[in-house]
């Protein structure tokens, strides 16, 4: 996906699925950014956050802190995500899990 230059950005456990074959498949690419070229895509996000106000891509739990801030970000958003996912694959629980929602946030 990456060496195809397209950033997911909204990996979370719903959108990695198993193939009948047992390969992952990603789905839900609605987020996702194609044809990045870091520098230039870059500027356009912050351009449009500026504009828009901040705006959370994604689902919060698996977001890399890049994204809910309003920075610039690349592809290491993805792999954020991803180990916010094993994380939970191995443990059970979301790395950032608590009773309050206001003091995981």
């Keep these: 996906m990456h060496s195809n ?4 950005r909204d990996l979370k456990p ?5 193939g009948a074959d047992g390969r992952i498949k990603l789905t839900d690419f609605g987020l996702s950014l194609e044809n990045f070229d ?3 895509e870059e500027k356009k ?3 449009e956050i500026k504009k828009k106000g901040k705006k959370i891509i994604g689902t919060p739990d698996y977001t890399a ?7 610039a ?3 290491e958003v993805d792999f954020f995500s991803l180990g916010v996912i ?3 694959c191995f443990t059970g629980v979301p790395p950032f899990n608590d009773e ?3 003091l995981v946030h």
């Design 45 to 47: 996000e912050e351009t």
């Design 86 to 88: 094993m994380y939970e």
């Design 100 to 102: 309050s929602r206001e």
């Design 5 to 8: 230059k397209i950033i997911h």
């Design 14 to 18: 719903e959108n990695v699925l198993i």
């Design 73 to 75: 970000h690349s592809y």
């Design 38 to 40: 870091t520098h230039e």
């Design 65 to 71: 802190p890049e994204i809910i801030k309003g920075e």
